[in-house]
């Protein structure tokens, strides 16, 4: 066999191996499921029934063109002794009218469903729909249910078949302020959430499940790993999580009132006392808002970390003791030194460039936190 011969296998071979790595990046991961082709809720199919018709208009396009180019490179290429010049067209009244009026013919066909889609997905939901406020902050989400005063980090529970209006803010303060982008591929459009304004979604869920989201603005250095998910339940499961949720921490934070009030155990010792962990986060309030992911009811959640890791004692005692290990948080030119904790961009480690302050943190105390917090339900 002729080297010439090998040219046209190693083409197809080689064509054919980037075509499977690329339809293997494609492929649906387990905990990768963001499809957007495959819409679950009225807004996502209102958007799916017309990125079809406008995908086929550009595919034909698409293909029209390239047969043409192609065909007109090979038919008047440069041949040696052959004076095969095409036949200028310019003035040709019929093919300017005609390569003017079918763009703007296809224009219109498009415009007509974009417009009537845009004004769909602006109603504004009834009365019925659920409040969400929505803040998104580096690097994780946090979910305030304005009627039921119940506050999540990265699991944003809805009942099926009602409307979900979302208030979409970035924080405020001045080291997280940056823009986001909120995205649940199977459930609804991408929205940006920029400081300082108030954007708007409404999203619904047509059955049970769980749809996974994603920050789709570039935001800084965990910007990848800036995931949620949407849980989406029965109507009567949901109103008895949120009862739940409106329940008091299973372990209180303190014992005792006023000047009398100390931390109720050991491990409360250490989250209150030692570590501080209570500069950021909220542990006996599942209504508050706060730095940090609120964790007052953090076992009742699968995943933690922006919802990256399995909710478990071995990933939440490495988390405790070094986030940045499991989810870079800081630059080596922005480590986090100030004082208090929540000075830092995001968790801090607590066995390296631990913020001012505080004590290196031993493995002991991480597991006896960890404990704790796997008994908040």
């Known amino acids: 066999m002729t080297p010439r011969s090998w040219r046209p296998r190693r083409l197809f071979l080689a064509t054919a191996v980037a075509v499977s790595l690329v339809l293997a990046g494609c492929s649906e991961v ?32 698409g293909i029209l063109i390239i047969v043409a180019t192609v065909y007109f490179a090979i038919r008047f290429r440069y041949r040696e002794g052959v004076n095969d010049n095409p036949k200028q067209i310019h003035g040709n009244t019929r093919l300017e009218l005609g390569w003017t009026i079918v763009p703007a013919l296809l224009l219109a066909v498009i415009a007509v469903p974009t417009i009537s889609t845009i004004f769909d997905l602006a109603d504004q939901p009834d009365a019925d729909a659920l409040q969400v406020t929505v803040v998104g902050k580096q ?6 249910y304005t009627d039921a005063k119940v506050v999540t980090a990265d ?18 303060d001045n080291i997280c302020n940056v823009i986001h982008s909120f995205w649940v591929p199977e459930l609804a459009g ?13 999203l619904d869920a047509d059955k049970p499940g769980t749809y996974l989201g994603q920050c ?12 949620f998910r949407v849980i989406a339940m029965t109507r009567s499961d949901f109103e008895e999580w ?20 100390k931390p109720a155990g050991p491990a409360q010792e250490l989250i209150a006392t030692k570590y501080q962990c209570t500069s950021c986060h909220s542990f006996d309030n599942a209504a508050a808002p706060s730095y940090g992911p609120n964790l007052t009811h953090l076992a009742s959640r699968d995943y933690f970390a922006s919802a990256t890791y399995e909710l478990n004692k071995k990933n939440l005692v490495n988390w405790v003791m070094n986030a940045p290990s499991m989810i870079p948080m800081q630059t080596e030119s922005d480590k ?13 480690s607590f066995i390296e460039n631990v913020p001012l302050g505080q004590p290196k943190m031993s493995r002991a105390d991480a597991e006896q936190i960890a404990d704790f917090l796997l008994e908040q339900k």
């Open 30 to 61: 387990k905990n990768n499921r963001q499809n957007a082709l495959q819409p679950k809720g009225h807004d996502a199919k209102t958007i799916n029934n017309l990125f079809w018709p406008i995908a086929i208009i550009a595919i034909v396009v």
């Open 139 to 144: 690097w994780w989400w946090q979910f305030e």
């Open 155 to 172: 699991e944003l529970v809805i009942p099926t078949g009602r409307k979900v209006h979302l208030e979409l803010k970035a924080c405020e």
């Open 190 to 202: 991408t929205v940006d959430v920029v400081p300082g304004r108030t954007n708007e979604l409404t």
């Open 216 to 227: 789709k603005e570039y935001c800084g250095l965990s910007h990848a790993n800036m995931r």
């Open 242 to 261: 949120v009862s739940e949720q409106q329940q008091g921490p299973v372990q209180p934070l303190y014992a005792g009132e006023g000047a009398d009030q």
């Open 336 to 348: 986090c030194r100030p004082s208090p904790v929540n000075g830092c961009i995001g968790m801090p």
